[in-house]
């Protein structure tokens, strides 16, 4: 019962080590199955990322700014917001879409596009792709931040909750697009996920949801607050699968870069989406 649990919070660590910027001061030995305990904990780290962003985007909307005089506006506000976001990511999912746009959008053999994806230059697409997308999620959060500061603080972190979530659907149910290759990339170390890694990080991700319906409502049965998990989940896994069907067409399976990719647009997504339903 120890072992289970040294090996979960190794797990968690690794989670945060991998996918944030946060400071987790524990070393750990690297290996495959670490790094397949990890994402049962992707749910958690995105729900702490949107509870990290929601918070700074109800100090940088709130009334003490702009009683002090202090208040910078929507516009500056939802930048400030965004550069948080990608600060505490390290960019490491916007690296993942420039390299995805620069191979996709070569129009060159499959082989071809693998290759410019490894490349760590950025080329004219993943710059385009890149600006297009800071452009979109800028002008979304612009819409949420005029929402009530407690409507943003219970959506923030369900858009990062469950983008993270399909990353490990994606991760487990489609072909790695780098097997014969004898350098793989961090993706392949994720390769051989069972059922019972999806099975606990759905149910994680479930009971995260219901923890931010009852930090919205008080209460855990709120209907309202069911159905806009319900329009994440629905979503997510919707757009996911678009996206993951098409990546997988052209790359003849998905990458570490894919995976990064997904999670961003999956992001913008559901910004929009949610922004939809709530209004």
């Known amino acids: 019962m120890l072992d289970l649990v040294v ?8 989670a945060f080590q991998f996918l944030t910027r946060l400071p987790i001061p524990v070393k750990l030995d690297y290996n495959d199955a670490l790094f397949r305990r990890s994402v049962i ?4 780290v995105g729900m702490v990322l949107g509870l990290l962003l929601s918070l700074a985007g109800g100090l940088l909307q709130g009334d003490l700014l702009f009683a002090a005089g202090l208040g910078l506006g929507t516009g500056v506000n939802a930048a400030l917001l965004l550069l948080l976001w990608v600060g505490l990511t390290g ?10 746009a620069d191979g996709i959008l070569s129009h060159r053999p499959r082989e071809q596009m693998l290759e410019i994806m490894k490349d760590s230059r950025v080329g004219a697409m ?3 792709a890149c600006a297009l997308l800071m452009l979109i999620k800028w002008t979304l959060l612009q819409q949420w931040l005029t929402l009530p500061q407690h409507t943003f603080m219970f959506i923030l972190p369900l858009v990062s909750l469950w983008s993270r979530w399909y990353m490990v659907v994606a991760i487990a149910k489609w072909p790695y697009a780098r097997q014969g290759q004898t350098s793989g990339g961090m993706g392949s170390f994720f390769r051989g996920l069972s059922v019972k890694h999806l099975f606990l990080h759905t149910l ?6 219901i923890g931010l319906i009852w930090l919205l409502d008080g209460k855990i049965l709120s209907l309202d607050g069911l159905l806009i998990v319900a329009v994440a989940a629905i979503g997510t896994l919707g757009s996911g699968l678009l996206i993951s069907i098409y990546l997988s067409r052209k790359l003849g399976g998905l990458t570490g870069d894919t995976y990064g990719a997904m999670n961003e647009l999956l992001e913008a997504v559901l910004l929009l989406v949610l922004y939809i339903a709530v209004r």
Request: glycine share 12%; proline share 3%; net charge negative.
């Open 41 to 44: 904990f992707y749910p958690l």
């Open 126 to 128: 993943g710059v385009v």
């Open 7 to 14: 090996k979960g919070l190794a797990g968690c660590a690794a």
């Open 91 to 100: 960019a490491l999912h916007l690296d993942g879409l420039m390299d995805t």
């Open 204 to 209: 994680l991700a479930l009971l995260l949801s």
